[in-house]
């Protein structure tokens, strides 16, 4: 893992619960520097958090032993924004399912992480395929 | 994430949850609130005044407990006033169905309404 | 970059000064799941900004471009402690020097840091060389 | 961080230092209690106070303008009252040399009886 440039910090996590308060934390931090507000950070750190939540939830199969369950995190300054990458190594899935489990809502058995992800930043790319892995690439706007 | 009950009367009980609400923490809610269900309270008032984080898993856990309430009579009411946490309530489409309001006080009224209105229409019912 | 186990948290954060609040943050947040105290993790956060601190001041000269200059930060969680490693593949120095320059104190031109890691954590190892990188390894011991 | 600049009297000022104080933000202070010095205002208290993170960048500078101070013929107080900062101060071996002290008043007293003594000894080489 190697840094694209000298304003993205990245973090490897171990796909566990107990490290989602560490991928929260290091959103706050490299967002204070980005300039965000304070409200900015807080949208910003649940969508983070369910970005993660989901890796821990649905990517890893019984295949997959526990020291490769990782998160991979990476945290940019841009120029008044911020992008966040959340990676795995996972199962993968179809993203133009997505639509569909999203109309189940909160009432069927998911598509509110997602639903969140999109409301509380201002750009979501899902980048994912069954067997391949995931990367969820957000872009939170600066307000002020 | 703390958690504290408290027993308002037989059928109604509150949960203080300080803290962080997310995947790691989750479990700790859910076994409370299972808790008073188990005990044969079925009016919870969740207590979110002093929560600082919540996310889908949190909304899961509340969504789950609001629709077992209901289905042994009774119902689930949030106290929350933190902006952040509204925020989530409001885009996810639960603020409603969890009837969220600011204070413990004006959650225990909405449940004491609810179970009067529940009671009113049992009578209603028993008597026609 | 892969950790060693599934209790570790490694991060790669840009050489600079602005990153050091990105540093004490996931120490925190690490700290906490580790089981530390309030005070066992402030102590911490100072040792590991130290660390970085120094990687900031001491590990680049100018042949290395400011897109290599990166501070790595592995936090493990162990039984009753947390490891903290600070490493870079900077410029390196005489470890043994070290205790020569601590002479000097406040007054001369530094030595307070390693000081002050010293201190503040259990166990303090250094490794390093003139011309390949320095590792600081500490361990902090949850008191209670 | 956030710094606020009060001037006490002709000579004497306070830096009112709240947040954190690392190598990211220690160039602000530097500048903040240079501008005193500047000003002719040799008398100086750092109040922190309101500081939640302090390290050897900011023992740094505070050492460093104690003595710029002292060579002007003031001095540098520091009030301080948290815990985990007074274990930097004292472990540092910095507390005395800085006039470490609980309170913005405590440092005031502290500064205006170095320069009552320094005024007595002056007086005192002046009559002699
Ligand atoms: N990292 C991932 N790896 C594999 N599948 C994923 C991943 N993230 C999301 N998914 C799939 O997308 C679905 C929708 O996710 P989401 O909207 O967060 O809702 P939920 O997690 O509640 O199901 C998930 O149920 C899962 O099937
Ligand atoms: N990561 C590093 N790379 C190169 N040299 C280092 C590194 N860390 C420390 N040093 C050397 O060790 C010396 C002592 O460090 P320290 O005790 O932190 O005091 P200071 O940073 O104030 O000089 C430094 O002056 C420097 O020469």
Redesign the interface.
């Known amino acids: ?3 694209k ?10 796909g ?7 991928a ?3 959103t ?3 967002g ?2 980005a300039g965000l507000t304070v ?1 900015d950070i ?2 910003l ?2 969508a983070v ?2 970005a993660c ?1 989901n890796v ?2 649905h990517a890893f199969d019984d295949s997959i032993p ?2 490769e ?2 998160i991979l995190l990476s ?1 940019s300054i841009g120029k008044n924004e911020m992008t966040v990458e959340v990676e795995d190594e996972g199962v993968g899935f179809d993203p133009n399912a997505l639509e569909r489990s999203q109309r189940d ?2 009432d069927g058995q998911g598509g ?2 997602f ?2 992800m999109r ?2 930043t201002d750009s979501l790319r899902v980048e994912s395929a069954p067997g391949s892995g995931t990367r969820v690439i957000m872009v939170k706007r600066a307000t002020r | 994430m703390k958690i504290r009950a408290e027993q308002l009367d037989e059928r109604m009980a509150v949960s203080h949850v300080a803290g962080e609400l997310d995947a790691y923490t989750a479990p700790d809610l859910r076994d409370a609130l299972e808790a008073h269900l188990q005990q044969g309270t079925a009016w919870i008032i969740a207590d979110l005044t002093s929560l600082t984080y919540l996310d889908s898993t949190g909304l899961g856990i509340l969504v789950g407990t609001a629709k077992k309430c209901r289905q042994a009579g009774g119902d689930l009411a949030v106290a929350c006033n933190r902006k952040n946490l509204l925020r989530i309530f409001q885009i996810s489409g639960t603020h409603e169905i969890l009837n969220v309001v600011e204070t413990v006080e004006a959650a225990r009224e909405r449940l004491e309404a609810l179970r009067a209105q529940r009671e009113e229409r049992t009578d209603g019912e028993a008597t026609s």
């Open positions: 893992m190697s840094p440039d000298a304003s993205t910090v990245e973090l490897v996590l171990p566990k619960a107990e490290f989602l308060l560490v929260r934390l290091a706050s931090g490299v204070l520097r409200d807080d949208d750190k649940v958090a369910e939540t821990i939830n526990e020291s369950r990782r945290l809502g909160l509110l992480g639903g969140l409301e509380l």
